[in-house]
């Protein structure tokens, strides 16, 4: 059973800092992708950053780029998130994703087998 555990949410005022960090059960190297996924109450859920963890190539939508960065640590089998100057719309449940197949877009959730429970960050104005 893979298990991925989110950690590190919290409240932080809006300009503030947060890192999250996903363990997960299996070695990240035999993932294909993993990403972080957040929802909003009443929004649709986004993938906000990837990272193809064979290449380390990552991407990231718009409205983080230059403020979040998504990294790798796989001698510990953890995903982060590092996130700076968050802004009050980053308020959101944040899920790690994790994936063996190697078809679909990388935002694409369906395409995510396993998934975290998720932790919560709220950004205050």
């Known amino acids: 059973q893979v298990q991925l555990v989110e950690s590190g949410g919290g409240s932080v005022q809006a300009g503030g800092s947060l890192r999250l960090s996903c363990a997960a059960s299996?070695?990240?190297?035999?993932?294909?992708?993993m990403a972080w996924f957040r929802q909003a109450p009443g929004k649709e859920r986004e993938g906000v950053a990837g990272?193809?963890?064979?290449?380390?190539?990552?991407v990231y939508t718009d409205s983080v780029k230059g403020r979040f960065t998504i990294s790798q640590d796989n001698t510990k089998n953890t995903l982060y998130l590092q996130m700076n100057s968050l802004k009050p719309e980053d308020t959101a449940m944040y899920y790690c994703?994790?994936?063996?197949?190697?078809?679909?877009?990388?935002?694409?959730?369906?395409?995510?087998?396993?998934w975290g429970q998720g932790t919560q960050v709220t950004v205050s104005s």
């Open positions: 994703v994790a994936r063996r197949t190697t078809y679909g877009a990388l935002f694409r959730a369906a395409s995510y087998g396993y």
């Open positions: 299996i070695s990240t190297h035999t993932t294909y992708s």
């Open positions: 990272i193809y963890t064979g290449s380390g190539n990552t």
